[in-house]
Structures are given as C-alpha cells and as structure tokens.
C-alpha cells in the first residue's frame, strides 16, 4: 500500500520560513518524480514545484520561484519543501505527489499517489 505523508505545516507571520517534509512507503522512491501541490481555500489546487527522480532538475511555479526549494532525499524515501519568505497569499493545503514517467509532471491529473495535506497558514 502506497503512502505519502505530509509533515511541517502550521501557522507562521508573513516574512517566515518552513519547511515542509513529505515520507513515502510502500513504492520505489528513487523511480517517482515528485512534486508539491497546493490549494487555498475556494480555489482550485495548483502546482507549486517539482523534482526529478535524481534530483538534478526542479521546476516551480512563478509564484513561489525564488522563495521555495523543493529537494529530495531518496535515502530517506523524503522530499522536502523550503518555503521562505512567506505571504498570506501561500495560505493553502499543502500535498506532495508521485508520479513515474517523463511528461505531464507538473500536471494534477497526471499524479499516481498524493498525500492527505498538511495545512500552511500565514498571517499578515
């Protein structure tokens, strides 16, 4: 049984940093690409960053380009997500995704597993 956990959401001033971990099981890790994904109340959930198996490539919405990292520790079955300087505007329910293949990574309907969420609020 395939499991992603989230971990590391709460509530944070404008300005602050988290970070958000994600734990896999129950796949092989190393051969899924993974990806943040995140949706703000009333909104639809969006892409946020992505990660190659290696971690060699990474992409990100412009959105958060410069102030978010996404990395991943394939020992440790983990992706991570490095949100700095943070804005109301990223007030959301956070999920990491898995996907294997090439293509279409950035996409919500593409995604093979995804998580239950963990919650980021940001006060102004």
């Known amino acids: 049984q395939v499991q992603l956990v989230e971990s590391g959401g709460g509530l944070v001033q404008a300005g602050n940093s988290l970070r958000l971990s994600c734990t896999a099981s129950?796949?092989?890790?190393?051969?899924?690409?993974m990806g943040w994904f995140r949706q703000a109340p009333g909104k639809e959930r969006e892409f946020v960053a992505h990660i190659s198996t290696s971690g060699k490539t990474t992409e990100y919405a412009d959105s958060v380009k410069g102030r978010f990292t996404i990395s991943r520790e394939n020992a440790k079955n983990t992706v991570y997500l490095q949100m700095n300087s943070l804005n109301p505007d990223d007030t959301a329910v956070y999920y990491c995704a898995a996907k294997t293949g090439s293509s279409r990574y950035t996409e919500i309907n593409a995604q093979e597993y995804w998580g239950q969420g963990t919650q980021v609020t940001v006060s102004s």
């Open positions: 129950g796949l092989s890790f190393f051969l899924y690409r």
